[in-house]
């Protein structure tokens, strides 16, 4: 890593952030059912004219069902997670409804590891606690470094998801092309010499040059 790349990103957000950026707020109102089906459907999808209408159309048929086990219950009535894909989500893709099928089964056992009354306060907790490298062990077919950092965004961890914004802030500011795992990298590191939350930082950068295209 050349010898001041992290102070050119620090001045970087500096500049393009005088004060802090706004603080983010809680995705889908703490509902973990949405939160899952957000961060699966946004995978190399457009957000606001993909994502948004098919987790708000869920969101409005199935207003009772809120936690993970709710929506596994929910899939398992409708024969197979490519049939749930795409009767529920309008969605025809066998390999994204395994995605979603295994990632469903991680965070209902992963949970199982962490303190908690409600299963929101558990999968916070989990959130919380996972490390970027950790998204190798998930044994989640199709969900890589990017898909499982949005993940711990969307229950609430102070992080930030590498995605292909995230990637061409960081190499604009510091003059070369950088890959997911240094983005996050320089990016957490440029943002310990800020006053700001880096899960604030990525919000407002993705709001900023990606807000219709994002995936």
């Given amino acids: 890593m050349p010898t001041g790349d992290i102070q050119r990103l620090t001045n970087a957000l500096r500049t393009l952030f005088p004060s802090p950026p706004p603080e983010t707020g809680e995705a889908w109102d703490g509902n973990n059912a949405l939160n899952v089906l957000d961060c699966v459907l946004s995978l190399n999808r457009p957000y606001d004219r993909f994502v948004l209408p098919r987790v708000r159309d869920f969101a409005s048929k199935h207003a009772d069902v809120s936690m993970v086990s709710g929506l596994q219950q929910v899939m398992s ?13 309008r969605y025809k893709d066998a390999r994204r409804a395994e995605t979603l099928q295994g990632l469903v089964h991680y965070l ?8 908690g009354s409600t299963e929101k306060e558990r999968l916070r907790g989990w959130a919380e606690w996972a490390r970027p490298g950790d998204f190798a062990s998930t ?21 930030a998801k590498p995605d292909r914004w995230i990637c061409k802030f960081v190499s604009d500011s510091i003059g070369r092309k950088v890959g997911p795992v240094e983005a ?6 440029a943002v310990k010499r800020t006053n700001f939350r880096i899960r604030d930082i990525d919000s407002a950068i993705w709001n ?8």
């Fill in 108 to 115: 209902i056992d992963i949970q199982h590891d962490f303190a």
């Fill in 184 to 189: 996050l990298y320089l990016l957490e590191r």
């Fill in 139 to 159: 044994g989640v077919s199709g969900f890589g470094l990017a898909g499982f950092q949005y993940l711990r965004l969307l229950f609430g961890a102070n992080t």
């Fill in 208 to 215: 900023d040059a990606a807000w219709g295209t994002s995936d």
């Fill in 77 to 89: 009535l409708c024969g197979s997670p490519a049939d749930f894909l795409a009767a529920e989500l």
